[in-house]
């Protein structure tokens, strides 16, 4: 029976291999189910770019125009006149050149998110190891024109009792100005918003800078909510690390920042180099204690 069975098998594959249009038929089927991976891999990026384009069409036309546009190692224009809380006039490179800044652009009689924003910064703040005014500064502006000094003033003083009694009142600056100066601030940090007449309101994205001493744009936090050890870091490198300690020296070596997201990453790799170095060290430290301890023990036999 079982020769017989395979006798029927090699018979079968024989006829198969004399009928030449079924070869065809199946080399037909194999390229063509090639082509259709490929050409399922060829569009996939322009599906990818469709669907963006799509969202990007559904969003309000209020809306289309407002965001924040990254401007990394970019000079901020420090000559800018501002009023201060005191309705003092002020340029921004009073507050630059020793201490790095984190720059808030907001409009103090936004209905919720500015505020959301600036109580977001303040829980993070308080948690931070670096003081407000000794370390770094935070300057506010708002981008309204209409808002008056008067209301700066009273924004600060909510905040810093928020804040608490840690720092110095002095590194806090929340300003107005006019419009030419609040056009040339936005745009040079890559800020857009919009006015609707409809509301009295702006339509504006949420976020912070971290800027260098000199006035150079180093970071970008989005969002209300901004965690304190990204903040850490930032200011640490915003300072070229003359803030910090040794313990935010290994973070950085850790953790880099991902101008995508707007917020540190994990490395694995140097992770892993860092263990490797441990390692070595600590064998390295066991045979010489290995090595002393023996000859230790060689003197007293002696």
Not at 86 to 94: E, G, I, Q, T
Not at 109 to 116: R, V
Not at 127 to 139: K, R, S, T
Request: proline share 5%; charged share 20%.
């Amino acid at each position: 029976m079982k020769a017989k069975g395979k006798r029927q098998k090699v018979k079968v594959n024989s006829w198969a291999s004399q009928q030449p249009g079924l070869e065809c038929l199946h080399w037909r089927l194999l390229l063509r189910s090639a082509g259709c991976s490929l050409t399922f891999f060829f569009l996939l990026p322009f599906s990818f770019c469709l669907v963006s384009a799509q969202a990007q069409n559904a969003r309000p036309p209020m809306l289309r125009d407002v965001g924040i546009e990254q401007r990394l190692n970019e000079q901020v224009p420090l000559h800018l006149t501002f009023r201060d809380e005191n309705a003092r006039v002020v340029r921004l490179s009073d507050y630059f050149e020793t201490k790095p800044v984190i720059l808030a652009l907001v409009y103090y009689q936004c209905p919720m998110l500015c505020n959301e924003l600036l109580n977001g910064l303040v829980s993070s703040l308080r948690v931070l190891p670096f003081d407000v005014g000794q370390q770094f500064d935070v300057v506010a502006v708002s981008f309204d024109p209409k808002e008056d000094p008067a209301l700066a003033r009273d924004a600060k003083t909510s905040y810093l009792k928020r804040y608490g009694h840690r720092g110095m009142p002095t590194g806090w600056h929340f300003l107005t100005g006019e419009p030419a100066s609040i056009e040339r601030l936005t745009q040079a940090v890559g800020f857009s918003y919009r006015y609707d007449t409809r509301t009295n309101q702006y339509a504006h994205a949420s976020g912070i800078m971290v800027l260098t001493p000199q006035g150079k744009l180093s970071r970008y936090f989005y969002g209300i909510e901004f965690a304190p050890r990204d903040l850490r870091l930032a200011l640490v490198e915003a300072s070229a690390n003359r803030i910090g300690s040794l313990t935010d020296q290994v973070l950085l070596f850790c953790y880099h920042y991902d101008p995508f997201q707007g917020k540190y990453g994990f490395i694995i790799m140097n992770v892993i180099r860092l263990c490797g170095l441990l390692f070595v060290l600590s064998v390295g430290t066991l045979i010489v204690w290995m090595w002393r301890r023996e000859r230790w023990l060689e003197k007293i036999e002696d």
